[in-house]
């Protein structure tokens, strides 16, 4: 495999090879080629197979088609490229809710060759510092109302070059950029083995850790457990909570549907009522969020039954027994209940709803599951 990184910063920064695990992608669905960039393969694909009409991503006063969302992120690519000096293994903080223009962020960084580092919207100022020294981040784009703080860390580091905001009237501001470039970009031919994704985990253990996935990483978790436990369907419309920068919302409320051809509804604002309401106006099939949130939505479970929800998806914390089973009572849907890590980039370990449903009640358990 030939990197397409003249940056190699990450490549420097695995581990030896004797070090790493053994990695086996032997399944039919894991054969991917050597030259692979996961942003061709999730959009630009879509649209070149003549479905670019279909729906893609919905948000507050936003309806995006594949093409759309396509034409968006070529124009990224060209300015990150043309305007912003990126070279292929650069490093890119983002930083935004969960909204289009935060996904459109994301495939430009990917198909330009770029390693996407994106943030939870609440870290503050003396929290991303240690992010961007330690993935010595050289470019950010970042949703103008999230600002202060970004600004507030850069003021503490010189290792960003250059920084852009979205959601921005400006001349400087991203969309102003994007309109003066093309809405075609050949994209950067990454290998497979290519890093594309620098994820921060929560810190649990101390200060946060990047964990380093690739291009054919990323179209493993696509091609493994949503085809197997989620089976979702081109006309899926996918919800949730998980910020994009958490590896659950990333793979739930974008990689996946994407996948299949299906769409999602992005929100900046989405709690336990904006949920419900957004099931609702969107006609959302798809839900991912945490144990947390199914307890207060179990309110509305009248409405969310007689809706056009059919599957959902619990990750981020342990699932207790007595949260399951009044969810299934409230809305008649059997929860999905995975267990995840940053280091893996997505759910590795669950049950899917029809296993869970076979069990006793009182034989449940939240710590066994089936692989």
Known sequence: MVSAHIDTFANDNLPPPEAQPEYRFDLPELQFPAQLNCAEALLDARVSAGEGARLCIQGEGVRWTYADLLARANQIANVLVSELGLVPGNRVLLRAPNTPMMAAVWFGVIKAGGIAVATMPLLRAK???PIIEKARVSHALCDRDLAAECEGAL???DVVRQVVYFNDAGDDGLEARMARQPDTFTNVPTAA???????FTSGTTGVPKATMHNHRDVMAICACWPRHVLRPKPD???IGSPPMAFTFGLGGLLLFPM????STVLLAKCGPQQLVDAIAAYGATTLFTAPTAYR???AHGAALRSGTLRQCVSAGEALPAATRALWREATGIELI???GST???HIFISADESEAARVPPASRCPATRRV
Request: glycine share 6%; net charge negative.
């Open 343 to 345: 280091e893996m980039l």
């Open 127 to 129: 929290e991303l510092v």
């Open 296 to 298: 207060a939505m179990a």
């Open 193 to 199: 083995t290519d890093t594309c994704i620098l994820a």
């Open 155 to 157: 003021a503490q580091t």
């Open 337 to 339: 209940d995975g267990i």
């Open 236 to 238: 899926d419309v996918f």
């Open 259 to 262: 996948s299949v051809g299906a």
